[in-house]
């Protein structure tokens, strides 16, 4: 194969995967999420967003099926838990489809007070930033459940890690 070859496959293989959804939030791709770390002719690298995560087979059976369907079925998808994910893996287009779709994105570049949930959310249908969290426990494992006090509209927001 030659090295332009390579460079065009990995490029649709990139604009493959930026149409995969996440299983849980279909709104943002595993591309925007941040959850494909690596792609190369022979594999795909990929770091769930937690180490527990449900979704991860899930994640890669969607990968595997859209590969498959788009002529590159010898293409490996791999798992790696080093370095762990990281919210400032979430591409810019992804956290404005995160908030659109009603998810408080992390700020990029998290502080350790954002980290703990110290600084407020923004709410991602009023804008206000007078919410309050009500739960650490979301409705999945990489969100919180927050509340807007301006326009007492409950949200999630995703975690910061």
Wanted: overall charge neutral.
């Amino acid at each position: 194969m030659s090295a332009v070859s390579a460079i065009s496959d990995i490029d649709r293989m990139r604009a493959i995967l930026a149409r995969v959804p996440d299983p849980e939030i279909p709104a943002v791709s595993v591309v925007d999420l941040g959850i494909v770390r690596g792609i190369d002719p022979a594999k795909i690298t990929i770091t769930p967003t937690y180490t527990g995560c449900p979704a991860t087979i899930a994640i890669e059976q969607s990968i595997r099926a859209a590969l498959d369907a788009n002529g590159f079925g010898a293409v490996a998808i791999e798992t790696t838990l080093s370095p762990p994910w990281s919210t400032d893996w979430i591409s810019d287009e992804g956290r404005e489809k995160l908030r659109a779709y009603g998810i408080a994105p992390p700020p990029k570049g998290a502080s350790a007070a954002s980290l703990q949930n110290q600084t407020a959310a923004e709410c991602p249908r009023c804008g206000s930033s007078n919410t309050e969290e009500l739960s650490r426990f979301g409705s999945t494992p990489c969100k919180a459940l927050w509340r807007c006090k301006s326009c007492a509209e409950p949200f999630d927001r995703f975690k910061c890690h």
